[in-house]
């Protein structure tokens, strides 16, 4: 019996084709790398509380010393949820404002205006944002708003029943 057992059998190479997973991998790869968008990063909020120097004072502050000149900045919606126009005014001021269209050099050159016209003295503003606007031109204005040195700066909805 020189032949072959029933035990042994011939060694089977399985026929798997590689070339077309690959090519699929390496589509699938590309589309979504080409189609990966990342959100935007959000801007960073800088709050600082007030020092308490000396300890704490006896004496009462006078509401009418320190009283904050108010500006409020009213932004517009555009298309595509994009800044369409924005006003500043001052908060007691006539209810129309300067026109600052939808340039935000011009509303940082605008609140780097009336900022070094107050002479130190204490300011807030308030953004009156319209609905619509995407959240990036928010944080953006926030930004703008703190680089020209507010510190209390208030973004509120544009309609007063929504606050």
């Known amino acids: 019996m020189a032949g072959k057992h029933k035990n042994e059998t011939e060694d089977v190479q399985p026929d798997l084709p590689i070339t077309p997973m690959l090519d699929m991998s390496f589509q699938l790869m590309a589309f979504f790398i080409f189609t990966f968008r ?37 932004v517009d919606s555009g298309p595509s949820g994009t800044i369409g126009r924005m006003t500043i ?26 900022k070094a016209g107050l002479g130190g003295k204490p300011s807030k503003l308030t953004l009156e944002i319209g609905e619509g606007i995407l959240h990036e031109y928010v944080v953006r204005l926030l930004d703008v708003a703190v680089q020209a040195e507010f510190v209390d700066v208030a973004p509120v909805p544009l309609d007063p029943k929504k606050r």
């Open 89 to 114: 005014r001052e908060k007691d001021g006539p209810a129309a404002g300067d026109d600052l269209g939808a340039s935000i050099d011009r509303y940082q050159a605008e609140l780097k205006k009336r």
């Open 38 to 74: 990342p959100a935007p990063t959000e801007g960073q909020i800088a709050m600082s509380l007030p020092k308490e120097e000396g300890g704490p004072s006896d004496a009462i502050p006078s509401p009418v010393d320190d009283k904050p000149v108010s500006f409020v900045v009213t």
